[in-house]
């Protein structure tokens, strides 16, 4: 009976020792916790406080904040096979020639559908440029569907487009030779922006007709045909082009399949008819070089 009285009074004090610890060891784990997150508080207090004084350091560690959560977003989706995470950009739209057909007016409406159903290229880039059309007509006093005429018959509506002599673009400029109209453009490189290379075509072909007296005159220079005894068709090939495009913004109905290649009795008419002498200055004076016969339409 001693015996179990005493190893009962043994378990007691275990348990009672074990209980004091236990408690000794959690009233301390409290205290450091309290403690820590005390010096914790207190510094982000003092670099909270330091930072509102501080706009560069706030500014570097919201960038860098930043940058870290955009690291760990494109790592994840970079991870589930996105390849684009990466290659973002926002703004790449304000790069795109394009435009909502809808928002043009209603003859350029049908020119752009009109276009882009028989050269096969996407309206709303053809949009943008037959608007860009009708405003540089009015600035150049040339009627916009010249304009896109030329473009047609240049390059079919292929930005890109170059010819074996180096023609380049929509409309087809030498750009070795009219490298200065592309200085204020950022250099020659903007022969491949569509809507510059159609301003700077636009002001080459102002100047051709201005020298040659008369539109299809003007057109032989501008294909560089002026020394030569033909320019191959090609005035009577725009001409004819142009008229199918002014039916057609006049709302005329025009098969998208029609043939610009006018009857020669047409060609005269045409020559005569589009564009009116008063739109354009005075023809320079004959001591005025002719632009260098690089661009034969024969030879594309």
């Not at 020792?17 to 301390?28: E, H, I, L």
């Not at 690291?71 to 684009?84: C, F, K, V, Y």
């Not at 030498?174 to 075509?201: C, Q, S, W």
Request: charged content about 20%; aromatic content about 6%; some cysteine.
């Amino acid at each position: 009976m001693r015996a179990q009285d005493m190893l009962r009074q043994g378990w007691r004090a275990t348990a009672k020792s074990t209980t004091v610890f236990a408690s000794d060891v959690g009233r301390g784990l409290l205290a450091v916790s309290h403690n820590t997150l005390a010096v914790v508080g207190l510094v982000a207090t003092v670099v909270v406080a330091f930072g509102v004084g501080r706009p560069d350091l706030r500014h570097e560690f919201e960038q860098n904040a930043l940058h870290w959560l955009q690291e760990r977003h494109e790592t994840r989706e970079l991870a589930s096979g996105n390849i684009l995470t990466s290659l973002v950009e926002v703004d790449a739209v304000s790069r795109a020639t394009a435009v909502d057909v809808k928002a043009l007016q209603r003859d350029q409406q049908a020119l752009t559908q009109w276009i882009a159903r028989r050269y096969k290229v996407a309206p709303e880039p053809v949009g943008a440029l037959v608007r860009e059309a009708w405003a540089l007509g009015e600035r150049a006093r040339l009627d916009p569907t010249l304009i896109l005429a030329i473009v047609a018959v240049e390059s079919s509506f292929n930005p890109f487009a170059q010819s074996p002599m180096g023609a380049q673009g929509l409309m087809q400029v030498m750009t070795r030779v009219h490298d200065d109209k592309y200085e204020a453009f950022g250099g020659t490189h903007a022969a491949f922006d569509p809507i510059t290379n159609l301003r700077v075509g636009v002001q080459v072909l102002r100047e051709c007709i201005a020298r040659a007296g008369s539109l299809s005159e003007g057109l032989r220079f501008y294909v560089g045909a002026a020394l030569l005894d033909s320019d191959g068709g090609y005035a009577a090939k725009v001409m004819a082009e142009q008229a199918h495009m002014r039916n057609v913004a006049d709302g005329r109905s025009v098969p998208s399949n029609a043939s610009n290649t006018p009857p020669a009795s047409a060609r005269e008419a045409a020559a005569d008819t589009a564009t009116p002498p008063a739109a354009l200055p005075a023809a320079a004076p004959a001591s005025v070089p002719a632009p260098m016969p690089e661009r034969v339409a024969l030879a594309r």
